[in-house]
C-alpha cells in the first residue's frame, strides 16, 4: 500500500458502533466513505468532516452497493478498508417468525456483506492488499438469548462462515478478513431491551458493565492496521469476557 491516507467504507456509519468506527478511523488519520440509509444525524460530531464522504447505500441493494464501490474508487482511487457493520436485530421465537422476516433478516446481515465483499475484492485483489471485517456478534456462538434471537443469530453465523472463506480464498494476494463478535454494547438496536434484559445482560458479563461503541471501534483498529497482515480468519469477540471459549 502506498504511503497515502488508507481508504475505508462503513457501512451501517450514521450511528451507533458505525459512527464510533468512522470517528476511531479518522483519528487515526483513514479517510471513511459512510454508507448508509442515512447521513448522520446534525448533532453527530464528525471530528474530520473534510476526510469524510457520504454515500447513501441501502446494502441489501446489488446497484447501490455497486454505486458506493464505483463513487468511491472514482473519488479516491482505491479501496483499503472495508467494515461491514449495516445489520439489523429481530426478537420472538422461531415458530413466531414470518418468512418474510427470516428472508428480511439475511438478506441485510448476510446479503449485504457479501455484496459488497464481492464488489471490492477485483480492487483489493489489484492492489494485492486489503482489510475487511465483518460485524457479526455473540449471538451467533450462542443461538441469540437477550442479544436477538434464533434468526438474527443464525444470519450472524453466516457472517462468521463468510469472513472465513474469504480469508481461505484471498489470503495469498494480500487480503485479510476477519469477523469482529460484539457483546451487549449500548447502541440504538439495545435501546429495546427492557430493564430485567439489560441487568442479565450485565450481571452475564465479568466486566459488569455493557460495552461501549468505542470498544467495538479500537477493535477495529487493531484488525485493519498494515502491521497485522497475519491475522486472518479470525473472530474476535469483544463482550467483556462473556464467551469464554
Given at each position: 500500500?502506498?504511503?497515502?491516507?488508507?481508504?475505508?467504507i462503513?457501512t451501517?456509519?450514521?450511528?451507533?458502533?458505525g459512527?464510533?468506527?468512522?470517528?476511531?478511523l479518522?483519528?487515526?488519520?483513514?479517510v471513511?466513505?459512510?454508507?448508509?440509509?442515512?447521513?448522520?444525524?446534525?448533532?453527530?460530531?464528525?471530528?474530520?468532516?473534510?476526510?469524510?464522504?457520504y454515500?447513501?447505500?441501502?446494502?441489501?441493494?446489488?446497484k447501490?452497493?455497486e454505486?458506493?464501490?464505483?463513487?468511491?474508487?472514482?473519488?479516491?482511487g482505491?479501496?483499503?478498508?472495508?467494515?461491514?457493520?449495516?445489520?439489523?436485530?429481530c426478537?420472538?421465537?422461531?415458530?413466531?417468525?414470518?418468512?418474510?422476516?427470516?428472508q428480511?433478516?439475511?438478506?441485510?446481515n448476510?446479503?449485504?456483506?457479501?455484496?459488497?465483499?464481492?464488489?471490492?475484492?477485483?480492487?483489493?485483489?489489484?492492489?494485492?492488499?486489503?482489510?475487511?471485517v465483518?460485524?457479526?456478534?455473540?449471538?451467533?456462538?450462542t443461538?441469540?438469548?437477550f442479544?436477538?434471537?434464533?434468526?438474527?443469530a443464525?444470519?450472524?453465523?453466516?457472517?462468521?462462515?463468510?469472513?472465513?472463506?474469504i480469508?481461505?480464498?484471498?489470503g495469498?494476494?494480500?487480503?485479510?478478513?476477519n469477523?469482529l463478535?460484539?457483546?451487549?454494547?449500548?447502541?440504538?438496536?439495545?435501546?429495546?431491551?427492557?430493564?430485567?434484559?439489560?441487568?442479565?445482560?450485565?450481571?452475564?458479563?465479568?466486566?459488569?458493565?455493557?460495552?461501549?461503541p468505542?470498544?467495538?471501534?479500537?477493535?477495529?483498529?487493531?484488525l485493519?492496521?498494515?502491521?497485522?497482515?497475519?491475522i486472518?480468519?479470525?473472530t474476535?469477540n469483544?463482550d467483556?469476557?462473556?464467551?469464554?471459549?
Amino acid at each position: 500500500m502506498s504511503q497515502q491516507r488508507p481508504i475505508a467504507i462503513v457501512t451501517g456509519g450514521s450511528q451507533g458502533i458505525g459512527l464510533a468506527i468512522v470517528e476511531t478511523l479518522l483519528a487515526a488519520h483513514y479517510v471513511v466513505v459512510i454508507a448508509d440509509l442515512q447521513p448522520p444525524a446534525e448533532h453527530a460530531k464528525i471530528t474530520q468532516p473534510t476526510s469524510v464522504m457520504y454515500q447513501q447505500c441501502d446494502v441489501s441493494d446489488e446497484k447501490s452497493v455497486e454505486e458506493l464501490v464505483i463513487k468511491t474508487v472514482a473519488q479516491y482511487g482505491r479501496i483499503d478498508v472495508v467494515i461491514n457493520n449495516a445489520g439489523i436485530v429481530c426478537q420472538g421465537e422461531l415458530t413466531s417468525l414470518s418468512q418474510k422476516t427470516w428472508q428480511r433478516v439475511f438478506k441485510i446481515n448476510v446479503e449485504g456483506p457479501f455484496l459488497l465483499c464481492r464488489a471490492v475484492l477485483p480492487i483489493m485483489q489489484q492492489q494485492q492488499h486489503g482489510r475487511i471485517v465483518n460485524i457479526a456478534s455473540v449471538a451467533a456462538q450462542t443461538g441469540g438469548g437477550f442479544l436477538g434471537n434464533t434468526c438474527y443469530a443464525s444470519s450472524k453465523g453466516a457472517v462468521i462462515s463468510l469472513s472465513k472463506g474469504i480469508a481461505r480464498e484471498y489470503g495469498s494476494q494480500g487480503i485479510t478478513c476477519n469477523t469482529l463478535c460484539p457483546g451487549y454494547v449500548e447502541t440504538p438496536l439495545t435501546e429495546a431491551m427492557s430493564e430485567a434484559q439489560v441487568e442479565y445482560a450485565v450481571n452475564a458479563i465479568p466486566a459488569k458493565r455493557p460495552g461501549k461503541p468505542s470498544d467495538i471501534a479500537e477493535a477495529i483498529l487493531l484488525l485493519v492496521s498494515e502491521k497485522n497482515s497475519y491475522i486472518n480468519g479470525v473472530t474476535l469477540n469483544v463482550d467483556g469476557g462473556l464467551i469464554r471459549y
